[in-house]
């Protein structure tokens, strides 16, 4: 089966059929190209999915991947990462082994097929070429026949003609014999150029031709092997990469299949446990008898200033308790007091042990300039030790300041830990939570630390108190009540920033008036006028209570 037998006489099909050939090359190579566009696309894609998703450095939501679920988020995030490398490696090994190939073999196969139908139109030109030389000999000896024809007809005509003379007929003669060579000479050259011909036109179908199509052949059937490598090429480049993403598709399932609710619930317990007890049971209030308020040494609320303020606190917020209410959203202390404790002790914990590696950074610092001065001192060409006393008396500074903080710090975890007593006002003060003077001993029998209706602790807390407020149904039926009356008045000691729910702020030296005295929990209920009334740290304020107040409504 080859071309140049079956196809002799097809020269213009063949150039088509060739020329279509390469056309579905470039097809095929442009349809890779876009392939690996996709590829591209797709893994950038992926990639920006990926990255979009990553908690943030150094952001409470960084925080949240301690749990094993958020774990396993971030595992999945890093494998669809790399599953994106993958299809960029598909991509790229597209491109190398499949597009620039085969566009440099397209190249070359245009300019192989140039040359080979350059050869076959040079091969026609020829056999055209003699055949044109075949026609003109064969019309001149055509020609030439006729013309001896009628010179020999004239000659005949001349020779029995009795009046023309002999000069004449000689001439005639000679006339027709001199046609007649001419006749013969192209009959010779006729049959010269015809065989030529013959053998021209016979190497031409049977050897030129076939010889010119077998390259055509051969050349057509390298370009169908080539797409097909190619395409068996395009699926072993996809196919090499599957091992490495079943790899990331299995990190995601083992990711999975490392989550531990257990542990991320012991998380939780530890992120958000505030150290307070549950409150406990609230004491029966029989109504029926008169509400007298007695006034003694430990108790100086009447029963019905007891009940509302067991039932609601600040006169306008009902049904909530304390630990459970907003957060003060005010700057955070230094000593994290405004946490409840166990969340406090984690916060100061996790601060010491950035401060002692901060010192040990410090000192490590010390350690290499130390023995760089110690080189300078034995080698003084390499430098000038007095240049690193400066540096070296700054680290050394920044180590002392490490540690003083680090020690204030140690000594707050120390005294929430239970390991040290309640700081001293002077502590405070050193602190810098203070600087003013240690309160009156008035009403001093107040715990030095409290906390605040919403769980957080004022700044010269020490030690946890227990709040235990319940929302109740009887809250609905005290909303309407007169406002509890003035047993006695106070002097803020200090400024207080009630920014809580169910607090006042104060300003230091104020006076205002004490409607229900501190029962034990570290904060005392005070009035402003009849639209103002809150709670305030005991410690805060001097109390002076009224033994003969009445119940009279009386502002400030």
């Known amino acids: 089966m080859s071309w140049g037998t079956e196809l002799w006489d097809q020269f213009d099909n063949l150039e088509k059929h060739t020329q279509w050939g390469i056309d579905i090359l470039e097809k095929y190579i442009k349809f890779v190209k876009e392939r690996t566009e996709i590829e591209l696309s797709y893994a950038k ?18 925080e949240e991947y301690r749990y094993t679920a958020c774990k396993a988020f971030l595992s999945t995030l890093n494998e669809t990462n790399d599953y994106a490398g993958q299809h960029e490696v598909i991509s790229e090994n597209m491109t190398s082994q499949i597009t620039v190939e085969l566009a440099r073999y397209v190249q070359e196969l245009k300019q192989e097929r140039k040359s080979h139908f350059h050869d076959g139109r040079k091969a026609q030109q020829h056999i055209e070429t003699c055949w044109k030389q075949l026609e003109s000999s064969k019309r001149r000896f055509e020609r030439d026949c006729k013309e001896a024809d009628r010179a020999q007809q004239y000659f005949e005509k001349m020779d029995a003609d009795i009046n023309v003379t002999k000069a004449d007929v000689e001439k005639a003669r000679q006339q027709a014999q001199m046609r007649h060579q001419m006749a013969e000479d192209s009959k010779a050259d006729y049959s010269s150029i ?105 108790s100086l609320s009447n029963s019905r200033g007891e009940g509302k303020s067991e039932l609601k606190f600040g006169g306008k917020s009902k049904g909530k308790l304390w630990p459970f209410i907003k957060k003060n959203k005010g700057a955070t202390p230094e000593d994290f007091s405004n ?57 050394s500074q920044n180590i002392e300041k490490l540690r003083l903080e680090a020690q204030k710090f140690e000594a707050w975890l120390a005294e929430v830990e239970g390991r040290l007593p309640a700081r001293s006002e002077q502590a405070r003060r050193h602190s810098g939570m203070y600087d003013v003077q240690n309160p009156p001993a008035v009403n001093n029998c107040a715990q030095d630390r409290e906390s605040s209706p919403d769980g957080s602790y004022t700044e010269d807390q020490s030690q946890e108190s227990e709040v235990k407020v319940l929302a109740t149904d009887f809250d609905d039926e005290f909303d309407d009540e007169e406002s509890l009356p003035a047993i006695g008045t106070c002097k803020a000691l200090y400024t207080f920033e009630g920014q809580n729910e169910g607090t006042i702020s104060v300003a230091e030296g104020e006076t205002l008036y004490v409607i229900e005295e501190d029962k034990g929990d570290g904060w005392t209920r005070i009035r ?29």
């Not at 894609?45 to 960084?62: A, C, F, G, T, V």
């Not at 060409?381 to 006393?389: N, R, W």
């Open 45 to 62: 894609q992926l990639r920006n999915l990926s990255k979009k998703y990553q908690p943030k450095k150094n952001s409470k939501e960084e």
């Open 194 to 298: 015809l065989q030529k011909f013959n053998h021209e036109q016979h190497e031409y179908y049977h050897t030129h031709i076939p010889n010119i199509f077998q390259k055509i052949q051969e050349m057509e059937e390298r370009r169908i092997v080539r797409i097909g490598e190619s395409v068996k090429t395009y699926a072993e480049l996809d196919r090499q990469v599957i091992p490495i993403i079943g790899k990331c598709l299995d990190g995601i399932v083992k990711a999975a299949e490392s989550i531990d609710p257990k542990n991320d619930s012991q998380l939780a317990i530890e992120a958000y446990k505030s150290g307070f007890e549950p409150p406990g049971d609230i004491e029966f209030e029989d109504y029926t008898q008169p509400m007298k308020r007695t006034v003694s040494d430990n």
């Open 339 to 395: 946490l409840p404790p166990e969340q406090r002790r984690k916060k100061l914990q996790q601060k010491v042990d950035e401060l002692n590696k901060e010192i040990q950074k410090e000192m490590d610092q010390r350690d290499a300039i130390t023995k760089m001065k110690d080189v300078y001192l034995k080698n003084p060409q390499m430098g000038d030790p007095a240049s690193l006393d400066h540096k070296l008396a700054e680290v």
């Open 528 to 556: 402003r006028s009849e639209d103002e009334e809150g709670y305030v740290p005991t410690s805060y304020v001097e109390v002076y209570l009224d033994k003969n107040a009445k119940g009279a409504k009386t502002y400030i």
